[in-house]
């Protein structure tokens, strides 16, 4: 089935900007701080930010409706924040204490809330994505009319599993859109070094899957994606995939020095086409905020992320006996 590109921009309300621009700023603010904790040891193990891709999950999360269910891959601490976990209890997991999503056991990178809909993070590259194809089969045997969304990057594009699990939802018609998060790199080679053919949202063309690019610096043009991706998902005719076409500013993980790339390159994309200015300069030329207003929202939102911190430093560590729950589902 034939695919195609969208650079269309919705209109959108003066409240509905400013809760994108509040959104996107506290993730980012929230991953510099956990990259602070990081570099004093306060987290260990892996840590992937997101600083950069903000735009993505905000924009899809403000097109979903409740009950809609989200999982994605290690790159985690974003979707968490878009979906409504408290950031308290995502920095405490981060920091493996017992006040955290997973009571410490899971890190940054395997954290959930039954609450919010919100599957994982997970570790494994690709793993994701038939989880995510599950969830959807669930909700149409169950007819809720809800909606999964499966996130995962350009480099699990290629992953095996991934296919497999594009020709199950589409035989099945399973209510899933499929979102790859393509921020140029996978872990540290380039797109158009790793794949034979770079346009990903066509991967699903072989399986009657319709697929959409969109420019995933731009909070409003994935709204309005997620938006027709979502109304195909909910009448019942079958998966979507949309690429999401973003950009890291970090390495892959805390552990990446990204030599694969210049500095003159990350810089201009921040001048450039950073998705927290775009907004930011929508705020002040359409006169819906002034400067005092962003200055008051900046502090507003890094007290919060101070606050998590904080939290997070405070909660015990968990108890040795805690190792032993939650391994098997309640009957």
């Not at 890190?107 to 039954?114: D, E, P, Q, T, V």
């Not at 589409?170 to 770079?198: C, D, H």
């Not at 994935?222 to 973003?246: D, F, M, N, Q, W």
Request: a negative charge; proline letters at 3%; aromatic letters at 10%.
């Amino acid at each position: 089935m034939a695919a195609k590109k969208t650079s269309k921009k919705p209109n959108v309300s003066k409240d509905e900007l400013l809760s994108y621009y509040k959104e996107m700023l506290l993730i980012r603010r929230f991953e510099e701080k956990a990259g602070q904790l990081y570099g004093m040891g306060l987290i260990g193990g892996f840590c992937h930010l997101y600083i950069g891709q903000e735009a993505v999950v905000v924009g899809i999360e403000a097109a979903t409706e409740d009950g809609d269910k989200r999982v994605t891959s290690y790159r985690d601490h974003g979707h968490m924040l878009a979906c409504g976990m408290d950031p308290k209890g995502v920095m405490a997991e981060l920091t493996g204490r017992e006040g955290g999503y997973s009571k410490g056991k899971g890190g940054s990178m395997h954290m959930f809330s039954k609450e919010k809909n919100f599957y994982g993070g997970h570790g494994i590259v690709g793993a994701q994505v038939p989880i995510g194809a599950g969830l959807a089969f669930a909700d149409k045997y169950l007819g809720n009319d809800r909606v999964s969304f499966a996130y995962f990057g350009d480099g699990a594009a290629n992953q095996g599993q991934v296919y497999e699990t594009f020709n199950m939802a589409s035989l099945w018609k399973l209510p899933v859109v499929f979102v790859i998060e393509n921020n140029q790199y996978a872990m540290g080679t380039s797109l158009q070094r790793a794949s034979s053919s770079p346009e990903l949202y066509t991967r699903g063309a072989g399986f009657s899957i319709p697929g959409e690019a969109v420019d995933g610096m731009d909070v409003l043009a994935v709204k309005e994606a997620a938006e027709k991706a979502i109304a195909h998902c909910r009448s019942g005719e079958g998966p979507y995939i949309l690429e999401v076409k973003t950009y890291r500013y970090r390495g892959h993980s805390m552990s990446d020095p990204a030599k694969y790339r210049t500095r003159e390159e990350v810089q201009k994309m921040r001048e450039e086409r950073d998705c927290i200015e775009q907004v930011r300069d929508m705020l002040l030329t359409g006169k819906h905020a002034t400067e005092d207003d962003l200055k008051a929202i900046d502090k507003e939102i890094k007290a919060t992320v101070n606050d998590a911190a904080e939290f997070a430093k405070e909660s015990p560590e968990p108890a040795l006996d805690e190792l032993y729950t939650d391994i098997y589902a309640e009957a």
